[in-house]
Protein backbone atom coordinates (compact mmCIF):
# COMPACT_ATOMS: atom_id res chain seq x y z
CA UNK A 1 0.00 0.00 0.00
CA UNK A 2 1.02 3.54 -0.50
CA UNK A 3 1.73 6.16 2.04
CA UNK A 4 2.36 9.41 1.77
CA UNK A 5 3.78 11.01 5.05
CA UNK A 6 4.06 13.63 7.16
CA UNK A 7 6.07 12.87 10.72
CA UNK A 8 8.22 13.83 13.10
CA UNK A 9 11.16 11.76 10.88
CA UNK A 10 11.17 13.91 8.12
CA UNK A 11 9.26 17.05 9.38
CA UNK A 12 7.21 18.49 12.62
CA UNK A 13 4.79 20.99 11.68
CA UNK A 14 3.21 23.45 14.26
CA UNK A 15 -0.27 24.37 14.77
CA UNK A 16 -1.25 27.21 17.07
CA UNK A 17 2.22 26.47 18.61
CA UNK A 18 1.91 22.99 19.43
CA UNK A 19 3.51 19.91 17.81
CA UNK A 20 1.39 18.43 14.66
CA UNK A 21 0.47 14.41 15.24
CA UNK A 22 1.70 13.09 11.98
CA UNK A 23 0.04 12.98 9.17
CA UNK A 24 -0.37 10.38 6.55
CA UNK A 25 -2.56 10.37 3.51
CA UNK A 26 -2.46 6.35 3.15
CA UNK A 27 -4.24 5.01 -0.05
CA UNK A 28 -7.20 2.49 -0.60
CA UNK A 29 -8.85 0.44 -2.51
CA UNK A 30 -12.15 1.04 -4.29
CA UNK A 31 -14.14 -1.04 -6.11
CA UNK A 32 -13.18 -2.27 -9.51
CA UNK A 33 -16.11 -0.31 -11.10
CA UNK A 34 -14.22 2.99 -9.72
CA UNK A 35 -10.79 2.05 -10.30
CA UNK A 36 -8.13 0.21 -12.38
CA UNK A 37 -4.86 -0.94 -13.36
CA UNK A 38 -3.22 1.47 -16.45
CA UNK A 39 -2.57 -0.15 -19.27
CA UNK A 40 0.40 0.82 -21.19
CA UNK A 41 2.24 3.13 -21.49
CA UNK A 42 1.98 4.29 -17.78
CA UNK A 43 4.53 1.90 -15.42
CA UNK A 44 3.54 -1.13 -14.51
CA UNK A 45 1.15 -1.64 -11.17
CA UNK A 46 -0.43 2.02 -11.39
CA UNK A 47 -4.15 2.73 -10.44
CA UNK A 48 -5.97 5.60 -11.36
CA UNK A 49 -7.71 7.16 -9.39
CA UNK A 50 -4.96 7.34 -6.31
CA UNK A 51 -7.67 6.97 -3.79
CA UNK A 52 -6.16 8.62 -0.46
CA UNK A 53 -7.54 8.94 2.99
CA UNK A 54 -6.46 11.38 5.84
CA UNK A 55 -4.86 8.88 8.33
CA UNK A 56 -3.69 10.24 12.26
CA UNK A 57 -2.08 8.99 14.95
CA UNK A 58 -4.66 8.17 17.98
CA UNK A 59 -7.40 9.16 15.96
CA UNK A 60 -6.34 12.73 16.46
CA UNK A 61 -8.60 15.73 15.01
CA UNK A 62 -7.58 17.33 11.92
CA UNK A 63 -9.24 20.53 10.58
CA UNK A 64 -8.94 22.37 6.99
CA UNK A 65 -5.94 24.64 8.62
CA UNK A 66 -4.15 21.17 9.29
CA UNK A 67 -4.76 19.82 6.08
CA UNK A 68 -3.85 22.72 3.78
CA UNK A 69 -0.53 22.63 5.98
CA UNK A 70 0.22 19.16 4.49
CA UNK A 71 -0.76 19.79 0.92
CA UNK A 72 1.93 22.93 1.12
CA UNK A 73 4.61 20.54 2.65
CA UNK A 74 3.87 17.41 0.46
CA UNK A 75 4.44 20.06 -2.27
CA UNK A 76 7.26 21.84 -0.98
CA UNK A 77 8.81 18.53 -1.29
CA UNK A 78 9.60 18.47 -4.84
CA UNK A 79 6.19 18.73 -6.09
CA UNK A 80 5.30 15.26 -4.47
CA UNK A 81 1.33 15.61 -5.36
CA UNK A 82 1.96 17.00 -8.52
CA UNK A 83 4.43 14.27 -9.36
CA UNK A 84 1.70 11.49 -8.24
CA UNK A 85 -1.14 13.33 -10.64
CA UNK A 86 1.65 12.92 -13.32
CA UNK A 87 1.88 9.64 -12.65
CA UNK A 88 -1.72 8.21 -12.41
CA UNK A 89 -3.47 10.85 -13.76
CA UNK A 90 -5.99 11.26 -11.25
CA UNK A 91 -6.38 11.40 -7.54
CA UNK A 92 -9.11 11.15 -4.88
CA UNK A 93 -9.20 12.83 -1.85
CA UNK A 94 -11.90 11.08 0.99
CA UNK A 95 -12.51 12.07 4.16
CA UNK A 96 -11.39 15.90 4.07
CA UNK A 97 -12.92 18.10 6.25
CA UNK A 98 -14.48 20.15 3.44
CA UNK A 99 -17.67 21.25 3.64
CA UNK A 100 -18.30 24.09 1.09
CA UNK A 101 -17.35 26.20 -1.54
CA UNK A 102 -14.80 28.10 0.43
CA UNK A 103 -13.11 25.33 1.87
CA UNK A 104 -13.04 23.61 -1.40
CA UNK A 105 -11.24 26.79 -2.65
CA UNK A 106 -8.27 26.78 0.17
CA UNK A 107 -7.85 23.14 -0.15
CA UNK A 108 -7.43 23.61 -3.99
CA UNK A 109 -5.13 26.72 -4.02
CA UNK A 110 -3.10 24.68 -1.46
CA UNK A 111 -1.21 23.39 -4.00
CA UNK A 112 0.17 26.17 -5.46
CA UNK A 113 -0.93 26.46 -9.16
CA UNK A 114 -2.10 29.70 -10.37
CA UNK A 115 -5.78 30.17 -11.14
CA UNK A 116 -7.12 29.43 -14.66
CA UNK A 117 -8.62 31.95 -16.64
CA UNK A 118 -11.29 30.74 -19.02
CA UNK A 119 -11.99 32.38 -22.19
CA UNK A 120 -14.08 31.78 -24.67
CA UNK A 121 -16.42 29.62 -21.97
CA UNK A 122 -18.91 27.83 -23.33
CA UNK A 123 -20.66 26.22 -20.44
CA UNK A 124 -22.13 29.16 -17.58
CA UNK A 125 -20.36 29.01 -14.42
CA UNK A 126 -20.76 31.96 -11.90
CA UNK A 127 -18.00 32.07 -9.29
CA UNK A 128 -19.21 30.82 -5.41
CA UNK A 129 -15.70 31.34 -3.90
CA UNK A 130 -12.17 32.38 -5.34
CA UNK A 131 -11.82 30.17 -8.62
CA UNK A 132 -14.75 28.33 -7.63
CA UNK A 133 -17.64 27.55 -9.62
CA UNK A 134 -20.23 24.72 -10.53
CA UNK A 135 -18.93 22.13 -12.61
CA UNK A 136 -22.05 22.18 -14.85
CA UNK A 137 -24.98 22.94 -14.88
CA UNK A 138 -26.84 21.25 -17.96
CA UNK A 139 -29.93 19.29 -16.94
CA UNK A 140 -29.29 15.87 -15.10
CA UNK A 141 -30.64 13.69 -17.44
CA UNK A 142 -27.76 15.30 -20.36
CA UNK A 143 -24.61 12.97 -20.75
CA UNK A 144 -21.40 14.67 -20.86
CA UNK A 145 -18.48 12.03 -22.11
CA UNK A 146 -15.06 11.80 -21.77
CA UNK A 147 -12.93 14.76 -22.47
CA UNK A 148 -9.79 16.69 -21.63
CA UNK A 149 -10.86 20.02 -19.92
CA UNK A 150 -11.35 22.85 -22.95
CA UNK A 151 -10.53 20.75 -25.96
CA UNK A 152 -11.90 23.27 -28.09
CA UNK A 153 -9.90 26.56 -27.68
CA UNK A 154 -6.24 27.24 -27.43
CA UNK A 155 -5.84 27.78 -23.67
CA UNK A 156 -6.83 24.74 -21.46
CA UNK A 157 -6.21 24.41 -17.71
CA UNK A 158 -3.61 21.59 -16.87
CA UNK A 159 -5.40 20.53 -13.53
CA UNK A 160 -9.04 20.75 -12.64
CA UNK A 161 -10.18 19.85 -8.96
CA UNK A 162 -14.23 18.73 -8.51
CA UNK A 163 -15.95 18.62 -4.82
CA UNK A 164 -18.78 16.57 -4.21
CA UNK A 165 -20.99 18.77 -2.27
CA UNK A 166 -23.88 16.76 -2.68
CA UNK A 167 -24.46 13.60 -4.68
CA UNK A 168 -27.25 11.08 -6.13
CA UNK A 169 -28.33 8.53 -5.27
CA UNK A 170 -28.43 6.36 -8.66
CA UNK A 171 -26.07 7.78 -11.30
CA UNK A 172 -24.06 11.14 -11.90
CA UNK A 173 -20.58 9.36 -11.80
CA UNK A 174 -17.55 11.08 -12.97
CA UNK A 175 -15.83 9.14 -15.79
CA UNK A 176 -11.85 9.74 -15.33
CA UNK A 177 -9.79 8.02 -18.48
CA UNK A 178 -6.38 8.21 -19.26
CA UNK A 179 -5.32 10.14 -22.65
CA UNK A 180 -2.09 8.70 -22.63
CA UNK A 181 -3.27 4.81 -23.07
CA UNK A 182 -6.08 6.61 -25.63
CA UNK A 183 -3.18 7.45 -27.68
CA UNK A 184 -1.51 4.20 -27.39
CA UNK A 185 -4.58 2.17 -28.07
CA UNK A 186 -5.66 4.52 -31.24
CA UNK A 187 -2.38 4.17 -32.57
CA UNK A 188 -2.31 0.33 -32.12
CA UNK A 189 -6.12 0.30 -33.38
CA UNK A 190 -6.11 3.00 -36.17
CA UNK A 191 -2.74 4.45 -36.43
CA UNK A 192 -4.03 6.04 -39.99
CA UNK A 193 -6.27 8.11 -38.03
CA UNK A 194 -3.62 9.03 -35.66
CA UNK A 195 -1.39 9.57 -38.54
CA UNK A 196 -3.84 12.38 -40.06
CA UNK A 197 -3.95 14.26 -36.55
CA UNK A 198 -0.44 14.19 -36.28
CA UNK A 199 -0.16 15.64 -39.74
CA UNK A 200 -2.79 17.97 -39.92
CA UNK A 201 -3.90 18.84 -36.27
CA UNK A 202 -7.69 20.12 -36.31
CA UNK A 203 -9.89 22.45 -37.07
CA UNK A 204 -12.39 23.48 -33.79
CA UNK A 205 -15.57 25.82 -34.82
CA UNK A 206 -16.70 27.45 -31.89
CA UNK A 207 -20.29 29.13 -32.06
CA UNK A 208 -21.11 31.82 -29.86
CA UNK A 209 -24.64 33.95 -29.47
CA UNK A 210 -25.72 37.04 -27.86
CA UNK A 211 -27.98 34.72 -25.67
CA UNK A 212 -27.25 31.26 -24.54
CA UNK A 213 -27.64 28.24 -27.05
CA UNK A 214 -28.83 25.66 -24.52
CA UNK A 215 -29.74 25.14 -20.63
CA UNK A 216 -26.62 25.66 -18.75
CA UNK A 217 -24.71 27.05 -21.53
CA UNK A 218 -22.82 30.41 -21.73
CA UNK A 219 -23.73 33.91 -23.19
CA UNK A 220 -21.17 35.83 -25.62
CA UNK A 221 -20.81 38.19 -22.94
CA UNK A 222 -19.93 35.42 -20.30
CA UNK A 223 -17.16 34.19 -22.94
CA UNK A 224 -15.51 36.94 -23.63
CA UNK A 225 -16.94 40.47 -22.45
CA UNK A 226 -15.46 40.53 -19.21
CA UNK A 227 -14.53 44.43 -20.07
CA UNK A 228 -17.88 45.01 -21.67
CA UNK A 229 -19.78 47.86 -20.00
CA UNK A 230 -23.89 48.36 -19.84
CA UNK A 231 -23.42 51.32 -21.17
CA UNK A 232 -20.78 50.28 -24.72
CA UNK A 233 -21.89 50.89 -27.70
CA UNK A 234 -21.99 47.55 -30.53
CA UNK A 235 -18.67 48.78 -32.22
CA UNK A 236 -17.19 48.73 -28.44
CA UNK A 237 -18.10 45.74 -27.16
CA UNK A 238 -17.23 44.29 -30.93
CA UNK A 239 -13.52 45.58 -30.14
CA UNK A 240 -13.64 44.23 -26.65
CA UNK A 241 -14.41 41.04 -27.17
CA UNK A 242 -11.71 40.61 -29.91
CA UNK A 243 -9.20 42.25 -27.63
CA UNK A 244 -10.09 38.98 -25.54
CA UNK A 245 -9.55 37.04 -28.57
CA UNK A 246 -6.50 37.99 -28.96
CA UNK A 247 -4.73 36.70 -25.73
CA UNK A 248 -4.99 33.22 -27.29
CA UNK A 249 -1.79 34.47 -29.29
CA UNK A 250 -2.41 32.11 -31.89
CA UNK A 251 -1.94 34.85 -34.34
CA UNK A 252 -3.50 33.15 -37.74
CA UNK A 253 -4.50 30.35 -36.38
CA UNK A 254 -7.55 31.90 -34.08
CA UNK A 255 -9.85 33.44 -36.71
CA UNK A 256 -13.29 34.73 -36.16
CA UNK A 257 -16.34 35.73 -38.31
CA UNK A 258 -19.12 38.23 -36.77
CA UNK A 259 -22.52 37.32 -37.47
CA UNK A 260 -26.22 39.34 -36.34
CA UNK A 261 -26.50 37.31 -33.10
CA UNK A 262 -23.26 36.05 -32.22
CA UNK A 263 -19.81 35.63 -33.24
CA UNK A 264 -17.85 32.19 -34.78
CA UNK A 265 -14.60 30.96 -34.00
CA UNK A 266 -12.10 29.10 -35.78
CA UNK A 267 -9.07 27.42 -34.07
CA UNK A 268 -6.15 24.91 -35.71
CA UNK A 269 -5.22 22.83 -32.89
CA UNK A 270 -2.84 20.06 -31.83
CA UNK A 271 -5.20 16.78 -31.05
CA UNK A 272 -1.93 15.59 -30.19
CA UNK A 273 0.41 16.69 -27.45
CA UNK A 274 2.96 15.60 -25.08
CA UNK A 275 2.84 15.11 -21.37
CA UNK A 276 5.96 17.46 -19.62
CA UNK A 277 8.64 15.89 -18.68
CA UNK A 278 8.34 12.19 -20.15
CA UNK A 279 7.62 13.68 -23.41
CA UNK A 280 4.80 10.91 -24.14
CA UNK A 281 2.15 11.37 -26.35
CA UNK A 282 -1.46 12.08 -25.20
CA UNK A 283 -4.64 12.44 -26.78
CA UNK A 284 -5.77 16.03 -25.36
CA UNK A 285 -9.21 15.62 -27.17
CA UNK A 286 -12.93 15.87 -27.14
CA UNK A 287 -13.65 14.25 -30.34
CA UNK A 288 -15.15 11.22 -28.78
CA UNK A 289 -17.12 13.06 -26.40
CA UNK A 290 -19.07 15.31 -28.99
CA UNK A 291 -19.20 12.22 -30.58
CA UNK A 292 -21.19 10.18 -27.84
CA UNK A 293 -23.42 13.37 -26.61
CA UNK A 294 -24.51 14.06 -30.02
CA UNK A 295 -25.91 11.04 -30.42
CA UNK A 296 -26.98 10.10 -26.60
CA UNK A 297 -28.58 13.69 -26.20
CA UNK A 298 -30.38 13.93 -29.49
CA UNK A 299 -33.72 13.79 -27.70
CA UNK A 300 -32.87 16.33 -24.83
CA UNK A 301 -32.54 19.81 -27.04
CA UNK A 302 -29.00 19.95 -26.21
CA UNK A 303 -27.23 21.73 -28.77
CA UNK A 304 -23.60 21.19 -29.84
CA UNK A 305 -21.78 24.49 -30.32
CA UNK A 306 -18.65 22.73 -31.14
CA UNK A 307 -17.68 21.03 -35.04
CA UNK A 308 -14.48 19.58 -35.22
CA UNK A 309 -12.59 18.32 -39.04
CA UNK A 310 -9.28 17.52 -39.80
CA UNK A 311 -6.56 20.38 -39.95
CA UNK A 312 -6.89 20.82 -43.90
CA UNK A 313 -11.03 21.50 -43.74
CA UNK A 314 -12.23 17.54 -43.90
CA UNK A 315 -14.80 15.84 -42.26
CA UNK A 316 -13.22 13.14 -39.20
CA UNK A 317 -15.17 9.64 -40.40
CA UNK A 318 -17.55 8.29 -37.93
CA UNK A 319 -15.46 5.05 -37.96
CA UNK A 320 -12.50 6.49 -36.00
CA UNK A 321 -14.66 8.46 -34.25
CA UNK A 322 -16.75 5.26 -33.12
CA UNK A 323 -13.72 3.45 -32.45
CA UNK A 324 -12.24 6.05 -30.23
CA UNK A 325 -15.41 5.66 -27.70
CA UNK A 326 -14.89 1.63 -27.28
CA UNK A 327 -11.50 2.56 -26.51
CA UNK A 328 -12.50 4.77 -23.91
CA UNK A 329 -15.30 2.52 -22.52
CA UNK A 330 -12.65 -0.36 -22.33
CA UNK A 331 -10.12 2.18 -20.16
CA UNK A 332 -12.68 3.93 -18.25
CA UNK A 333 -13.95 3.84 -14.69
CA UNK A 334 -16.67 5.72 -13.24
CA UNK A 335 -16.01 7.16 -9.57
CA UNK A 336 -18.87 6.48 -7.58
CA UNK A 337 -18.80 10.04 -5.69
CA UNK A 338 -19.73 10.31 -1.51
CA UNK A 339 -20.33 13.60 -0.24
CA UNK A 340 -17.42 15.14 0.84
CA UNK A 341 -15.33 13.81 -2.01
CA UNK A 342 -12.63 16.21 -4.10
CA UNK A 343 -11.27 14.54 -7.46
CA UNK A 344 -7.90 16.24 -8.97
CA UNK A 345 -7.07 15.55 -12.54
CA UNK A 346 -3.61 16.31 -14.77
CA UNK A 347 -5.69 17.06 -17.64
CA UNK A 348 -3.11 16.64 -19.93
CA UNK A 349 -3.27 12.95 -19.06
CA UNK A 350 -6.75 11.84 -17.55
CA UNK A 351 -10.26 12.47 -19.21
CA UNK A 352 -13.43 13.44 -17.02
CA UNK A 353 -16.74 13.57 -18.03
CA UNK A 354 -20.29 13.44 -16.32
CA UNK A 355 -23.06 10.40 -16.09
CA UNK A 356 -27.36 11.46 -16.08
CA UNK A 357 -28.57 10.80 -12.84
CA UNK A 358 -31.83 10.08 -11.16
CA UNK A 359 -34.05 12.21 -9.56
CA UNK A 360 -33.77 16.02 -9.43
CA UNK A 361 -31.23 18.67 -10.63
CA UNK A 362 -30.53 19.40 -7.11
CA UNK A 363 -29.61 16.44 -6.01
CA UNK A 364 -26.22 16.23 -7.07
CA UNK A 365 -23.99 19.67 -6.62
CA UNK A 366 -20.47 19.60 -8.16
CA UNK A 367 -18.04 22.16 -8.05
CA UNK A 368 -15.36 22.60 -10.04
CA UNK A 369 -11.71 24.70 -9.81
CA UNK A 370 -9.48 25.05 -12.70
CA UNK A 371 -5.85 26.11 -12.45
CA UNK A 372 -2.29 26.64 -14.76
CA UNK A 373 0.58 24.31 -14.13
CA UNK A 374 4.21 25.31 -14.18
CA UNK A 375 4.41 23.76 -18.04
CA UNK A 376 2.04 23.39 -20.65
CA UNK A 377 2.05 20.21 -23.00
CA UNK A 378 4.92 20.00 -25.87
CA UNK A 379 4.44 20.29 -29.57
CA UNK A 380 3.89 16.30 -30.95
CA UNK A 381 3.86 17.77 -34.13
CA UNK A 382 6.08 20.36 -36.39
CA UNK A 383 3.81 22.59 -37.72
CA UNK A 384 3.91 26.32 -35.98
CA UNK A 385 0.17 25.44 -35.29
CA UNK A 386 1.16 22.40 -33.21
CA UNK A 387 2.74 24.80 -30.39
CA UNK A 388 0.47 25.27 -27.12
CA UNK A 389 1.27 28.30 -25.46
CA UNK A 390 -0.61 30.28 -21.91
CA UNK A 391 -3.41 32.85 -22.58
CA UNK A 392 -1.55 36.61 -22.68
CA UNK A 393 -1.98 38.81 -20.07
CA UNK A 394 -4.22 41.66 -20.24
Known amino acids: MEKITI ?6 LNFNDAPSPAVVFESFDLPVTNQRTLGPPHPANTATPLALCLSTHENAHIDLDNVIEVVKSLQGQDGMLTKKLARHGTLLFRGLPIHNADDFSRFAHAFGYKPHEIIGIVVNRPVLAPNVAPANESPHSVLIYNHNESPQVPHAPEYVFFYGHKVPSNGGETPISSSLELFYRAQRDIPEFINELVEKGIISKVVYKVEKQYEGGSTLRQAFGKDILDSDDEATRRAKIEAQIARYGRNQFTTWEWNE ?86 NIISQHGRQPWEGNQSDRVVFASLFDGAKVPGAYGYGEWARVVQALDR
Open 7 to 12: GTERQV
Open 261 to 346: DGITLTHRLPAVRTQPDTNLPTLFTGLAAYYRNARVNAQSGRKNVTQQLYGDGTPIPDKYLERLVQITDEIRVLHKWQQGDVLVYD
